[in-house]
Every structure is written in C-alpha cells, then in structure tokens.
C-alpha cells in the first residue's frame, strides 16, 4: 500500500507544476507563448517525472533514466514541429521549463520539498518576467554589458579560490577577507546603478537599505565615492547612507539575539536609541529630497578602484587590530573593541557575545559592542570627510 506521505509528494508535483503551467497558459493569452503546453500540460509533466522516480525506486534505477530520455525527445520533437509550422516561432523557453518541470516532480518525489518549491517560484518568476527581462537586455550598453562579466569575474572567479587564511608575522593578511571587501563594494555599486536605473533617485535608497545587510561601511564608501562624481546627488547619497547605518544596528541585535538573549536585554535599549536617532535624521533627510527631482548621470556600474582602495584600508586597518589583540589584550575590552570597530563592527559583537557572562560581564560586553559600533561610525565619518565631496562631508559630519 503506499503510503500518505508519497501521496503528499505526488499532490506537491502536481501543485508545482500547475503553477508553472498557469504561467505558461497566461502568457499564451497574453500572446507571449506558443501553443507547446499550458495549464493542463505541465503538471502532467510534474506528475510523470514524480512517478518514473517512484518505478525508478520500487522496481529499476533505468526506468527514471527512460523517464529522462523520453521526456528530453518529447519535448526536441515539439520543439521541431512547432517551428516549422510557425514562421513566428522564436525560442525554447517553454520547452526548457517543461524539461525542468519534469525534475521538479523528481525533486518532489523523493521529499526535497524546499528546493522544488524554491526552483519552482524562481522559474515561474523568470518565465513571467520575460517582457521586463527583453527590454532590459535591448537597453544594455557596452560599458554596462563590460561591467557585469568583470563584476562576475572578480566575484565568482577570483574570490572563491583566494585562501582563507592570514600570512605574515601574526597573520596579518588574509587574501580572501581583503578581496571579500572588494567584491562587497563593488556589488552594492552594482545593485546601486541597477536600482537608480530602473527607480531613478529612490534606487539610492534602496540600495542604502540593501548593502547596510552586508556592509555598511562598503556603502558608505560606494556612495561617498558617487557623491565626487554627481554632486547634486549628494542628498539623497547622504539618505542613503543614514539608512545603512541604521540597518546596522538592527543587524547587531540580530546577532546577539542569536548568541546570547541575555546580553541582548541588555543591548536593546542603547540599540534603539541609536535607531531612533538615526530614524529622525533619515525622515529629515528625506522630507529635503522626496520633491528633488534631480536627474541622475548613470555611468559605469563597475568602480573596482575605489573598492581596491578601501580594500587596502581594511587591511592595514584588520593587522594594526591584530597587533592589538596580541600585545595589548590585557590593556582592556574598550580597546580591542575600539579598534575592531573600526574595521568591522560584527567581528567584535560577535565575539563578546560568545563570552558575555562567562569570561567577561553582560555591563562590559555591551558596553564594548556599543564601542565598536561608534568607532564604525567614526570610521565612515572619517571616509565621509576625506573622500567625498565637499557638501556631503558636511551633511554627514
């Protein structure tokens, strides 16, 4: 008898793959699609890649292979008869997504329940994008399309095969980390320029919000870096930047609340302040520019200089951190986390919220962790000032 839970699996292929084929059958009303397979079809297919993995088990590996094989001439034979019948034909995508719906009812039988469901969304979301998609790729220009594949490069290509470890005397330089900086910088350039392309001066925004998850600090480089190039920018750049600083208080709550709930009562209050702080000068940052209707000069989304430059500063800024820790550790935890601080406020919050209450108090370690987080600020005030330009240095003083 089979049991409940197979059934479950065989109802999710079959869910996953009517919402594909509801896409599919949409964008054929709208005139987007050809007639290859629609809301019927799809979750068929969905149902046929969940049963050949359930004969595949039951009875012979070699009947999901079959199951493969026939789904792959299927899908080839459709494809050649529909664009020979069609003078109007152009592509493969609902072939494609046919074939891959096929494995997402695999994936369903066997209870990866999360990656179909995941794989399923994306898809359907990138099939029903395809309009935003085609019009994005027809106004690509040569510097964005260059931009991209050296983003890409340095991102996927140089970084993962950086060693993550530190060299010379204390180990003062790790490869990876300093790359890491580069390629953060770069990115919230990226997504920055993406962002202003498509919503024009709320873009720096967002991009504020976004890049303050990863590095708030990387951001206020990047925009400070932009306010040289666009001067009448320098408004909403300095929003920007307000709003990743106050993304990073709430992401020190975030950690400590994961490390230590105790140390994080504690925190909370000072935490909030700061946000509150940081939450009125961005509302009177904002009331300045919401009716600016500055235009914006997009140039290349791609700014490795400046990253290289900051880079280089985290790394001097992470060895004379490292001297600290290792000849002035009994000067006190003020120290340490001033100092680390100033290179990366999640380092030092991490840490003491691994040994708050243990080998130091809830009073010291929260005390260090706000520390730290000043001396971040000071930081990117300091980047702010000497290179920026002129009025952005004083909006952020």
């Known amino acids: 008898m089979v049991e409940l839970v197979v059934v479950g699996n065989f109802l999710l292929a079959l869910a996953l793959g009517a919402l594909i084929?509801?896409?599919?059958?949409?964008?054929?009303?709208?005139?987007?699609?050809?007639?290859?397979?629609?809301?019927?079809?799809?979750?068929?297919?969905?149902?046929?890649?969940?049963l050949s993995a359930f004969l595949g088990e039951i009875v012979n590996p070699l009947i999901l292979v079959v199951g493969i094989l026939l789904m792959g001439a299927l899908i080839i034979l459709s494809y050649f008869v529909l664009s020979s019948g069609n003078k109007k034909f152009h592509g493969a995508t609902s072939e494609v997504a046919g074939f891959l719906t096929f494995f997402i009812g695999v994936l369903s039988y066997f209870g990866e329940i999360q990656l179909a469901v995941l794989l399923t969304v994306i898809i359907t979301i990138i099939l029903y994008s395809r309009t935003m998609l085609h019009q994005f790729a027809q106004h690509l220009k040569k510097e964005e399309m260059r931009s991209t594949l050296l983003f890409a490069v340095i991102a996927f290509v140089i970084l993962p095969f950086l060693p993550n470890q530190g060299y010379g005397p204390h180990q003062l330089f790790n490869p990876y980390l300093t790359w890491l900086m580069v390629v953060f910088i770069s990115g919230i350039s990226f997504v920055g320029y993406i962002l202003m392309k498509w919503f024009g001066e709320r873009g720096i925004q967002?991009?504020?919000?976004?890049?303050?998850?990863?590095?708030s600090t990387a951001v206020t480089l990047s925009f400070t870096e932009k306010s040289n190039q666009q001067s009448a920018l320098y408004k909403t750049l300095a929003l920007g930047v307000i709003l990743a600083n106050g993304v990073m208080f709430g992401r020190v709550l975030l950690e400590v609340f994961a490390l230590n709930r105790m140390l994080f009562i504690q925190l909370l209050?000072?935490?909030i302040i700061l946000m509150l702080v940081t939450g009125t000068f961005s509302y009177l940052m904002w009331k300045k520019v919401k009716n600016v209707n500055e235009k914006?000069?997009?140039?290349?989304?791609?700014?490795?200089?400046?990253?290289?430059?900051?880079?280089?500063?985290?790394?001097?800024?992470?060895?004379?951190?490292k001297l600290a820790e290792t000849h002035l550790s009994?000067?006190?935890?003020?120290?340490?986390?001033?100092?680390?601080?100033?290179?990366?406020?999640?380092?030092?919050?991490?840490?003491?919220?691994?040994?708050?209450?243990?080998?130091?108090?809830?009073?010291?370690?929260?005390?260090?962790?706000?520390?730290?987080?000043?001396?971040?600020?000071?930081?990117?005030?300091?980047l702010t000032l000497f290179l920026g330009e002129k009025t952005i240095r004083e909006k952020n003083d």
């Open 21 to 50: 084929g509801l896409e599919r059958e949409y964008a054929r009303y709208r005139k987007h699609a050809h007639d290859y397979a629609g809301i019927r079809t799809f979750p068929l297919i969905a149902l046929f890649g969940a």
């Open 206 to 215: 967002f991009a504020g919000l976004l890049g303050g998850l990863a590095s």
């Open 296 to 321: 914006i000069e997009l140039k290349s989304p791609f700014t490795l200089k400046p990253a290289i430059k900051f880079a280089a500063i985290f790394a001097i800024v992470l060895a004379f951190l």
């Open 269 to 271: 209050f000072p935490m």
């Open 330 to 382: 009994s000067q006190g935890v003020y120290l340490v986390s001033f100092l680390s601080g100033l290179a990366d406020a999640d380092a030092i919050t991490l840490s003491l919220a691994q040994i708050a209450g243990k080998s130091i108090s809830y009073e010291t370690a929260r005390n260090g962790i706000i520390t730290g987080v000043l001396a971040n600020i000071a930081l990117k005030g300091g």
